[in-house]
């Protein structure tokens, strides 16, 4: 059983060029989301987080100015804080079923791909 693939990218990032490029190379079907143009609701950056398994300070691009200000804060505020400045959330993640992958590098896209 194949799950739906679902990238929630932004279209200037190289890194998400790369990831929808192996995607388009896979041949299977996916859906693209734009997350500055349709932004995530806490439910669905929670949820996104669970899938991927990781700490949400592992989500947090911390080389953006705004992430200064939110080195000791709790992962509730840093959940508000990515939902209200998209720019502060890592990126390309691609969702496959009940499984996610932070795909930096792209290339990390592969390994959900292979999950058939």
Known sequence: MSEKIVI???????????????LNESGKEFE???????PLTGEQLRELVQKLNLPVRDI???DEPAARELENAS???IIQAMINN???????IVVRGDQAKLCRPPENVLELLQSD
């Open 8 to 22: 929630y990218q932004k279209p200037t990032c190289s890194k998400c060029r790369s990831t929808l490029t192996l």
């Open 32 to 38: 693209s989301i734009n997350y500055y143009e349709t």
């Open 60 to 62: 947090l691009r911390k």
């Open 75 to 77: 992962d509730e505020v």
């Open 86 to 92: 998209p720019d502060l959330m890592q990126r390309p």
